[in-house]
């Protein structure tokens, strides 16, 4: 059973940057494409970025373009999101999930195969 680990959340002032990590049991992670997605209370779940499998391909939202980087590392089975210039607005619970296929284009959160219980991120103003 994949198990999909989320941490680097917390509560942060506006401007400032977090990374957060999601770590994937397993040894077949090199195989999965990966995305990360938030969701405010009171919200509808947003899609935040998706990452091929080699981390060669990505995908961001327009709200998050230019500040937020997603990335991977296939030796330590994690993907990770560098939240820079971070702003209230960004105040969500961050999931991580992945899609059982090398690719994923776009950001279709329906695609998702598994996800992680997510961590929390506070940006103050």
């Known amino acids: 059973q994949v198990q999909l680990v989320e941490s680097g959340g917390g509560l942060v002032q506006a401007g400032d940057s977090l990374r957060l990590s999601c770590v994937v049991s397993g040894r077949t992670f090199s195989r999965y494409a990966m995305g990360w997605f938030r969701q405010a209370p009171g919200r509808q779940r947003e899609s935040v970025a998706t990452?091929?499998?080699?981390?060669?391909?990505?995908y961001y939202a327009d709200s998050v373009q230019g500040r937020f980087t997603i990335s991977r590392d296939n030796a330590k089975n994690t993907v990770y999101l560098q939240c820079n210039s971070l702003k209230p607005e960004d105040t969500a619970v961050y999931y991580c999930a992945a899609k059982y296929d090398y690719t994923w284009p776009g950001l279709d959160a329906d695609a998702a195969d598994r996800w992680g219980q997510g961590t929390q991120v506070t940006v103050s103003s």
């Open positions: 990452i091929n499998w080699s981390g060669g391909s990505q």
